[in-house]
């Protein structure tokens, strides 16, 4: 079996608000998955669905062709890693504090680390280039070091797939590229699929394999990149105009959002 | 510094036991009649005559009270530690959820129907705390299965039932004649005086409470990053919620019976070694309970001795010493 990730018919609502609605799509392994939408349609849902974090009240998730509820939390935990959206750096644990407590699932009773999982441990802080940073506590780092952290957390759970919640929002680009740059190479190396929410059309448009639109809380279209960044479809869902064109880089479609000053009187 | 974190545990637990053993025997002969140290080391060791007046009030009382005061002092330290990383706020002591207004209530009842100090008052205490015990465990279970719910529902369910229960306690004393007043008072600041010997192996309960509690450390960790960080690292986090909060709170409602509200103690412990040791717990559990044990022997060495006659309630010695304490590390800490 090819699909790493199986989601069937998943639906979820909150005080009779739709957030979720027969969703369906599957992952292959190894495949760089991208799921876009307009803000409120569902997409951090999904990926906490995904996550084990939330239960959808109806449909279900195979992951490895076994159905989520089936997982223990550790056993999940060693399948799948999070990088959430938002990081709690209130308690001032140091770089390699953080990034070792991916070892958790790991871990015999007592919690205690062995010489193999702070070798772990500081290859995933080597990978993404924070060894550096090792003694410094969380809240002295920048944005982009604090999110390369946080991957180094990720991959130190050596799970099979890891999920992503808007990792690259609020960077410069060239702090967006790293962290792209750094799932692609991960991928490359290890085989290890990436699901990522994303906000941002050309970011996903260079880098997914596949993506996935979501319109309050239904699947607008599942495909590749050229499929789905269709113009009619990106205006429908996102309700501003878009230009599409080919990138200078080749081979990629290019999103333009229209500001109101440059539409035709 | 950069010692392995097991290393690391062994020796400050080692330090801090030494610290233990210097002020248990510095509280056990010290007294009324001045310090005897070496005299006191000797009984203690079995040498020296074991019938002597000395040696009855070191075994009958000092002993026992020093017990007491450790047991104290380290489960409240312990309580906070837990608390604290539990509902995430630097403000959160044992008593937070209400444990000690359900006990208070319990306790005022049984003196106000003039039941002795033990076992009325400590069996009427310890079951006014398990009836808010419930209660916060009914509100635990029903929060922490909804991600939707904010993350402080629990904390404030908590504030609530003891501004509740302060009502009540007012009440009460509003309704009390004078003479029974300072009885309730003394209760209400804490006071270990009452204890017998007798009662000493009831205090052998908070050691499982302790070992559960050194296990879930990490755990703990984990959950200073949010339900959610720590759900995706592993941690069954319903179910270690709960269990620490049942835990925790048995061991605090187990020492309140017997000692009465001691205050201060269970927020400032867990902030001294969490500004010195930094946010480990597997490093900070053995400290709160070694650290918070010493404490509370030294400060109730201090309230034993400091007056000229009687004593003062040690929940006052606590906060005036470690409060200042406490600022001065900070101070130290940002410049």
Redesign the interface.
Known sequence: MNNILDIRNISLNYRNKIILSDVSCEVKRGEFFVIIGPNGAGKTSLLKILAGLQKAQQGSVLIKGKNISAYTRRSLSKTMAIVPQQIEIGFPFSVTETVIMGRTPHLGILGMESEKDFAIAQEAMAFTEVTHLAERKLFQLSGGELQRVIIARAICQQPDIILLDEPTTALDPAHQLKIMDLMEKFRREHGTTIIMVSHDLNLASMYSDRLLLLKEGRVVKTGTPKTVLHKKLLEESYGCEMEIDESPLGQVARVTPVPDKYKPL | M?MP??RKILLTSLLLSIVLMVSSILAISAGSSGLHFWETLAILAGKGEPDSATATIIWQIRLPRVILAASVGGTLALGGLVFQALL?NPLAEPYILGISGGSAIGAIMAMLIGLSYFPGVAIFSFTGSLLVLGFVTLLAGSTLGN??LGRDSLLLGGVMMNAFCAAVIMFLISMTRSFQVQHILYWLMGDLSALQKGQLPILLLVLPCFAVIY?L???M??L???R??A??????VKNTVLLLLVITSLMVSVIVSLSGLIGFVGLVIPHIFRLIL???H?LLVPSCILGGASYMIFCDLLARVLPSSGEMPVGIITALIGAPLFIILLLRRNT
């Open positions: 950069n974190i097991g995430r991600t939707m296990v450390a990490r755990p960790n984990l200073l990053l949010g959610e960080t759900s995706a690292m592993g941690i069954n930094g946010p480990d597997r």
